[in-house]
């Protein structure tokens, strides 16, 4: 019996921050205590650490497992910030009692009976609970009238009304919107120390009430799990009770509606199955099936054992504080295995990730390794090089004065430059070109084979979706050909520096530093392993006759140093280019923030806390 009034604005978004402190929340063995025990301040201080680590926890890739893992985060976070965090900051608060139980059990008709009154809707119609109700003992008001637990829900104040009102109109009419608050009624029929919440179906046709009956049964210090003579052996309910028993949570099952004379048999067999699921230290109530009176309440009596064993616990200090070390430590332990799984499964993201990048890095460096191979096994010199080259250099005079007297050469080739030689840009330009081709086939080879790696890998594939990295980039031509012309002018650099080391500089002066430098740059092209037939000697004669030409300028181990700086700046400057079309993929791959060994540490210390206990 209960209307509502205005709603307390304390609505407060989970996040790394958290709730902020209540003004009015009892303070006795909270963490703002300054006399607060080591052990609890220490513990508080992990879970801090752990609730940053999952509130940033993200894990990109499309693993197998991975909306699994991710959907294991947000609920660790969850029942971090519900219940383990509030509870251990509060271990004197009351105890809340989650009830819980699969569709038409009959919880909000057993929780009316509790109190000895309605004020919870039931009914036919389902789901009859979609807005949690709280009923507390007027004396704890504090306690939940902050956001001290379960943060995420807004509270709304309710308070009781008229007598002989109908259970069918009691409470709050079912509203899909207000979902994200929590009804709060005071109500000195429920035990000082011990406060009810009804919760919606655990197996409810609406996504929404299911996620929301999974987030308050985790917020619970203990269960009344209440099913029905019919449905106890349900998969869903059963789901839920194993993971009550893996965190050791004190549980009161309620079989409801349990037909007259089989309240032995049915009760025999589900004490069978608790004990064989782990939960043999669970409370097993009877209530049969029983005709409600006009108001839709059922008698005192059937609900009387279930009473006594709530107002127990309520007189029982000590018990109270047994209650919530067991589901404390075991909800610990329960987070500590859930943050294990969540180190594997973000080492399992650096794994693939890193992987992805080996998968580009290879296609890339395959292509490094070819461009640098044509750039110095004369695959170069061969088309429109060979014969710029040539008419370069003047083939016939230059091969005269080779074969007649390769000795002679020093003498002879300062008069065959006599005169005005054909310009060395053409060759300059027909280097650029050529090696534009050889850079851009290449990156397009490689941009092809990475990508085809990455759609052959179901976390490649998501991570490219309709983008196409197939090809190099609409600019790419460009700054390969303004690498190629750098390049060149580096080239140039060298002799110009070279020369000016030497004490005459007539000689090298005499052939022009452009033309000494397409010399070089014929030289670094040289070796003939690409080469052919004919462009054999044609290529490698000419490569060898410019090689003596600078040896007889500056030197055979100058010469030696010249085309190794060359080569060199040739491959970095590819090198660059080709990462620079890696770095498309790279920009896909984010790199994944958490730390494995990090959360791993975290899960060992959660362990020993869970085994430590809280005791309030």
């Not at 940053?52 to 029942?79: C, I, S």
């Not at 009154?117 to 007027?138: E, K, Y």
């Not at 504080?321 to 080492?347: C, H, K, P």
């Amino acid at each position: 019996m209960m209307k509502l009034v205005n709603p307390t604005d304390s609505s407060d978004p989970r996040g790394i921050s958290g709730a902020p402190a209540p003004a009015h929340t009892p303070t006795a063995g909270t963490s703002g205590n300054q006399d607060a025990p080591a052990q609890q301040v220490a513990a508080i201080g992990l879970l801090e650490e752990v609730r940053t680590e999952l509130a940033g926890l993200e894990l990109p890739l499309a693993l197998p497992n991975a909306d699994e893992a991710r959907a294991t985060a947000v609920n660790a976070l969850g029942q971090l910030e519900d219940y383990i965090l509030p509870r251990w900051r509060s271990l004197d608060a009351p105890l809340l009692a989650v009830v819980g139980g699969s569709t038409g059990a009959g919880k909000s008709t057993l929780v009316n009976a509790l109190v000895g009154h309605p004020v919870t809707r039931s009914g036919a119609i389902r789901p009859t609970t979609r807005q949690p109700i709280l009923l507390h003992h007027p004396h704890d008001a504090d306690w939940f009238t902050s956001t001290r637990v379960l943060p995420s829900l807004s509270r709304v104040q309710g308070e009781l009304i008229k007598e002989n009102t109908p259970a069918s109109r009691a409470g709050v009419a079912p509203d899909a919107r207000a979902m994200t608050s929590l009804v709060l009624v005071a109500d000195p029929a429920i035990p000082q120390g011990v406060a009810l919440l009804d919760a919606p179906d655990v197996d409810s046709i609406s996504d929404d009430n299911r996620q929301l009956a999974g987030q308050l049964l985790a917020a619970a210090d203990l269960w009344l799990f209440v099913t029905t003579a019919n449905r106890y052996a349900d998969a869903v309910p059963w789901k839920l009770l194993l993971d009550a028993a893996s965190r050791d949570i004190t549980v009161a099952v309620i079989l409801d509606r349990v037909p007259a004379g089989a309240e032995q048999e049915v009760a025999a067999d589900l004490h069978a199955m608790l004990n064989r699921e782990g939960l043999a230290g669970a409370q097993l109530f009877v209530v049969p099936e029983t005709e409600l009176n006009e108001l839709g309440m059922l008698p005192p009596p059937v609900v009387a054992p279930i009473n006594a064993w709530l107002a127990n616990i309520s007189e029982d200090a000590a018990g109270r504080a047994e209650i919530v070390r067991r589901t404390l430590n075991g909800t610990v332990r329960s987070l500590s295995g859930r943050l294990t799984a969540l180190s594997q499964a973000v080492q399992d993201q650096h794994d693939a990730g890193a992987q992805l990048r080996d998968d580009v890095q290879a296609a890339f460096a395959d292509a490094g390794t070819r461009i640098s191979q044509s750039t110095s096994d004369g695959t170069l010199l061969r088309g429109e090089v060979l014969a710029r080259w040539q008419d370069f250099v003047g083939t016939g005079e230059f091969f005269r004065a080779l074969e007649s007297n390769i000795g002679r050469l020093r003498d002879r080739i300062g008069a065959f430059f006599k005169g005005q030689p054909p310009p060395a840009i053409k060759v300059e330009s027909a280097i650029e070109t050529g090696l534009q081709a050889v850079i851009l086939d290449q990156a397009a080879r490689a941009a092809e084979d990475a990508d085809q790696r990455w759609r052959a890998d179901p976390a490649g594939r998501q991570l490219l979706g309709l983008e196409d990295l197939s090809g190099v980039t609409a600019e790419f031509p460009a700054e390969v050909a303004a690498e190629i012309r750098a390049w060149q002018g580096e080239v140039l650099e060298l002799i110009r520096s070279e020369g000016a080391a030497k004490r005459s500089q007539a000689r090298w002066l005499s052939f022009g530093v452009n033309g000494l430098g397409v010399v070089l740059m014929i030289v670094v092209f040289s070796f003939t392993g690409g080469l052919t037939g004919a462009e054999v000697g044609i290529a490698g004669g000419t490569a060898v006759v410019g090689q003596k030409l600078l040896e007889a300028i500056f030197g055979e181990d100058a010469v030696r140093r010249l085309a190794k700086d060359a080569k060199t700046a040739l491959d970095t400057r590819c090198a660059r280019l080709l990462d620079g079309q890696q770095q498309r993929f790279f920009e896909c791959l984010a790199p994944t923030q958490a730390d494995a060994r990090r959360l791993g540490d975290l899960a060992g210390q959660l362990a020993e806390l869970g085994t430590q206990g809280g005791a309030a």
